[in-house]
């Protein structure tokens, strides 16, 4: 198999992703550090309240701006994704990466099993009941930036430059996010969760992000 075109790290093992519009970057409050109280106020901040308002949370949006995010979790277990592009140039959100699959400490002695996994997420488009859609999102620039809700932006809108459609370009420190050059429109996004039989309670949880 191909190597990813790249990797969203986070900070924990719970994976927060926000799929914005670039666009909209520059409305985006970062996490205040030096408020008083509890409320700590920031972007990353309303992402947290909603897991608190929903304990079943996987997908929601955010009002960012003039316009709106998508903020999309990926339960798993490393708390890293990687980006991969299916043959119908859908691109899918991987969590846990191949890598981490294919460790010794892991999965690494069921060869077979993991190949096989990852030709069902990446293979044609699931039949029906398989995956669920959470929601949608609106590339009207053409760059969709896709980041850890804590993550750094800095960096940010050097990727986008680079992003011309088709292109994925990472920025920040430790993976923290990417830029998808993507045609304007608008886009679906729906989830899936894989729990193979042989994986004792292991699960890949992949996302596809697919024009409307």
């Not at 699959?101 to 488009?125: Q, S």
């Not at 993507?182 to 992949?206: C, H, M, N, Q």
Request: net charge negative.
């Amino acid at each position: 198999m191909s190597k990813p075109l790249a990797t969203i790290a986070s900070v924990n093992a719970c994976l927060e992703l926000v799929l914005l519009d670039a666009d909209l970057v520059e409305s985006w409050e970062p996490l205040d550090e030096d408020s008083d109280g509890e409320d700590i106020g920031g972007h990353p901040q309303k992402v947290i309240e909603l897991h608190e308002e929903d304990d079943d949370f996987v997908a929601g949006p955010l009002t960012v701006g003039s316009g709106a995010a998508l903020v999309l979790t990926l339960e798993g277990a490393t708390g890293e994704a990687e980006v991969r592009r299916l043959g119908d140039g859908t691109l899918a959100l991987l969590e846990p990466p191949r890598e981490w699959w294919d460790d010794a400490d892991n999965f690494g002695k069921r060869k077979a099993d993991v190949a096989a996994l990852f030709e069902d997420a990446l293979g044609p488009a699931p039949k029906a009941g398989k995956e669920k859609q959470v929601g949608k999102v609106s590339v009207r620039s053409t760059k969709l930036v896709v980041f850890d809700s804590n993550a750094d932006m800095g960096g940010v809108a050097k990727a986008a430059k680079k992003a011309t459609e088709g292109k994925v370009v990472p920025f920040g420190e430790d993976d923290a996010g990417v830029v998808l050059g993507l045609t304007a429109g608008e886009y679906v996004v729906a989830r899936r969760v894989i729990e193979p039989k042989w994986a004792d309670g292991s699960t890949l949880v992949v996302a596809y992000l697919r024009p409307a």
